[in-house]
């Protein structure tokens, strides 16, 4: 299975801040990675597909980028509704996760 | 409007069997892969398994291999997982989630329907 790894685990950010998480493969998925943002309680949102499109309807402020192995995805300026966990995905093969990235409020 | 609602998810105990269904809306079902995905108290998600649109291909992660059966019944609009010989690691919240079209894009999940398997 591909292996994803995210980093970093947690952060803690301020509203207003910019805000890049970091998914790297443990091989090549070319551009099969998806991001997904979770809330407590909740199911987990589709943000991002094929590494760099952003999910109709969802503020510009998420952005991907990546290819390959490694990808980032970037909330330009922070707000509140963003604080959540933050899951990679590839769909290159069977699926996989990352392991989460938990935005806290500073 | 997009609808996924997962039923089924209750107290097990181990070795026990359980079914798990998904009732879908507002999309062509058979045109779309459908999965389950889950997530332990705390902790992050783990695909388990998924079935292409006619349903003739099935996938499953190895820790529910031989243990896990998806089907799906088309005139029903309705996903489900057949779970035996359950043991206290598959407890966990169990979410239906939509492919998009033929992919393993998830862009519809359900609220999740909890399997807690314990004596």
């Known amino acids: 299975d591909i292996q994803l790894t995210q980093s970093p685990s947690s952060l803690s950010a301020s509203v207003g801040d910019r805000v890049t998480i970091t998914c790297r493969a443990s091989q090549s998925i070319s551009i099969h990675l998806n991001w997904y943002q979770q809330k407590p309680g909740k199911a987990p949102e589709l943000l991002i597909h094929?590494?760099?499109n952003l999910q109709s309807g969802l503020p510009s402020r998420f952005s991907g980028s990546g290819s390959g192995t490694d990808f980032t995805l970037t909330i330009s300026s922070l707000q509140p509704e963003d604080f959540a966990t933050y899951y990679c995905q590839q769909s290159y093969t069977t699926p996989t996760f990352g392991q989460g990235t938990k935005v806290e409020i500073k | 409007e997009v609808q996924v609602l997962e039923s089924g998810g209750v107290l097990v105990q181990p070795g026990g069997s359980l079914r798990l269904s998904c009732a879908v809306s507002g999309f062509t079902f058979s045109s779309h892969t459908m999965n389950w995905v889950r997530q332990a108290p705390g902790k992050g998600l783990e695909w388990v398994s998924g079935?292409?649109?006619?349903?003739?291909?099935?996938y499953y992660a190895d820790s529910v291999k031989g243990r896990f059966t998806i089907s799906r019944d088309n005139s029903k609009n309705t996903l489900y997982v057949e779970m035996n010989s359950l043991r206290a690691e598959d407890t966990a919240v169990y979410y239906c989630?939509?492919?998009?079209?033929?992919?393993?894009?998830?862009?519809?999940w359900g609220q999740g329907t909890l399997v807690t398997v314990s004596s």
């Open positions: 079935i292409s649109g006619s349903g003739d291909r099935t």
């Open positions: 094929a590494a760099s």
């Open positions: 989630a939509k492919g998009i079209s033929t992919s393993s894009t998830f862009d519809h």
